[in-house]
């Protein structure tokens, strides 16, 4: 069933949910009217119009929040009716970014939440704002022990969930598990029975969990439960992928493989199987090598397209410069004017052709000698794009997009885009260009070019570097001078770039973000606006 934003005003308190509604309310839908001291909006309606939404309400002290959301909006409101307290009641954490976005709120006092990192946690009380957390669940020993952990903050960061041992508590174990973590991406199963597989399911499901892919190990299937119930795993496998958005796949042993396809060979069948098995090794690389190809082919296509059928070409002259042909340029000094660096083709020309393809495209962006020239997208959280393309496929490769706390119509101090580092150099997969002296020496490659929708804007990168997973550069606003100035301080001191571009309070700051070194690291550039 179809569920609504609800805002329930309650003794100095709103109290948001988002939750199916009764057919009486559904007539007061949109409508911005109190029925029985509640509002009920559409998503849609809600996101646009929060600042009308939050004149219904004066003297309102606490947010108190039933649903995980995209908290963009829940900050939005808070800003503008200097809301002091924050409850999340919903018995899980919440990513960092989000987190993060509370801390700019000066009117906040106190935060009750389920679980929060303590480093985040050290930030709001070193602000004066009172947390409370209610994790009151303890995970055994015995878990911390299977999980190689040594404390809740690396249970909130682990990726990989290994299930090895059963015991009686296990399944609760999991359960306040996926309470405190929040970037789990994969359970490996090693243990086999109905109750725990089926229990581990339920789980992610009433946690709300997306995009988790259960590994079931044959290897130390000693009793041949996969094997004996294979039709169940299948049936267990479409419900999964259909109603929760997990899958599971079976990792088989080799000695497994083995027996039974080769049980009933003889030797001289076995070597020409092996020589099979040899060409269908060249086959398979030669397949993903292919895929790899076929998914760059995709998505050139998509960008030729977009450039062929929606631009429309200037008289201007085209800077692009092919990487064989690097060379420094003819300037007596590396100060750079707000000249317009001049491309071939103007967003402005293609927006409405771009819109009509995906309605969420906010700017085109092109880094010189990278494959990095795409629209870029923006949704109301920074984990959709993450494996959806330009036409919202589901695609690994994702696409280029702006991170949800940014305004897309005008620029915030510290505009951030993301992308994955794909191997076939798509998406932000050849940014690591910028690492290169080469590429570095031409300072053409230094101005990168972001059109939105109101204007075609230049910036001159100042910084580059990489660093160790953190989040202090994914910061959107400031709320003083000293506070830019000493964010500005941090990313010049790690840039692998020499760079005397003034960057003053004020400015307007682009920041691209990938990974690095097989997600170990983050590759980070950072540019300020100069045309």
């Known amino acids: 069933m179809k569920e609504y934003v609800t805002l329930k005003l309650e003794d100095e308190m709103i109290v948001f949910n988002y939750e199916t509604i009764s057919d009486e309310a559904i007539k007061m839908v949109d409508k911005n009217s109190f029925f029985k001291d509640t509002l009920f909006y559409t998503l849609k309606y809600f996101r646009k119009n929060i600042n009308n939404i939050c004149k219904n309400f004066t003297n309102i002290k606490t947010m ?18 200097r809301i002091e307290n924050l409850k999340l009641d919903f018995r899980s954490t919440i990513s960092l970014e989000d987190y993060e976005l509370f801390l700019g709120l000066d009117s906040l006092n106190k935060i009750d939440c389920y679980y929060m990192p303590k480093f985040i946690k050290e930030k709001f009380e070193s602000k004066g704002v009172i947390v409370n957390l209610y994790n009151r669940n303890k995970v055994s020993d015995r878990f911390m022990l299977q999980v190689d952990a040594f404390d809740y903050e690396t249970l909130y960061y682990i990726k990989n969930l290994c299930i090895k041992e059963d015991y009686p508590n296990l399944l609760d174990d999991i359960k306040e598990f996926l309470r405190i973590n929040y970037n789990l991406k994969a359970i490996h199963i090693y243990i086999f029975s109905k109750d725990i597989i089926e229990g581990i399911v339920n789980l992610v499901k009433n946690d709300e969990a997306r995009n988790i892919m259960f590994f079931l190990h044959q290897e130390y299937d000693k009793d041949n439960f996969i094997v004996n119930n294979i039709s169940w795993l299948k049936e267990l496998n479409e419900k999964c992928k259909n109603e929760y958005t997990c899958e ?9 493989l083995r027996k039974n396809l080769f049980k009933q060979l003889t030797f001289n069948n076995l070597k020409l199987i092996t020589v099979f098995g040899v060409y269908v090794s060249l086959v398979s690389i030669i397949i993903v090598k292919s895929y790899q190809f076929v998914e760059k082919a995709s998505i050139d296509q998509i960008r030729n397209n977009i450039i062929s059928d929606s631009y429309a070409a200037s008289d201007t002259e085209d800077t692009t410069i092919e990487d064989e042909e690097i060379e420094e340029p003819a300037v007596s000094s590396d100060k750079t004017t707000k000249k317009e660096v001049t491309n071939k083709y ?3 020309n293609a927006i409405n052709e771009l819109i009509k393809t995906n309605n969420e495209t906010v700017g085109f962006l092109k880094v010189n000698n990278t494959n990095i020239n795409y629209p870029v997208v923006q949704h109301s959280d920074n984990s959709y794009y993450l494996n959806h393309d330009f036409y919202k496929k589901k695609k690994v490769m994702g696409w280029v997009f702006l991170d949800y706390r940014n305004s897309h119509d005008s620029f915030d101090s510290n505009n951030i885009i993301y992308g994955h580092n794909m191997p076939n150099k798509t998406m932000f997969g050849s940014l690591s260009n910028v690492m290169t002296s080469s590429w570095r020496k031409n300072k053409n490659n230094l101005i990168i070019t972001y059109d939105t929708l109101n204007n075609n804007n230049k910036f001159k990168i ?3 570097y990489k ?19 000493s964010f500005v301080k941090m990313i010049r001191n790690r840039s692998t770039l020499k760079s005397d571009e003034k960057v003053e309070y004020g400015d307007k700051i682009l920041t691209l973000s990938t990974c690095a070194d097989k997600g170990k690291k983050r590759l980070v550039v950072h540019a300020v606006l100069i045309d």
């Open 64 to 81: 108190y929040v039933k649903r995980l959301v995209t908290f963009k909006y829940i900050r939005d409101i808070m800003f503008d009716l």
């Open 248 to 256: 599971f796949k079976i990792i088989y042993s080799n000695s497994f």
């Open 346 to 348: 103007t967003f402005k």
């Open 462 to 464: 100042f910084s580059i």
């Open 467 to 485: 660093v160790d997973y953190t989040t202090d550069y994914l910061k959107t606003k400031f709320s003083s001078k000293e506070e830019f100035d």
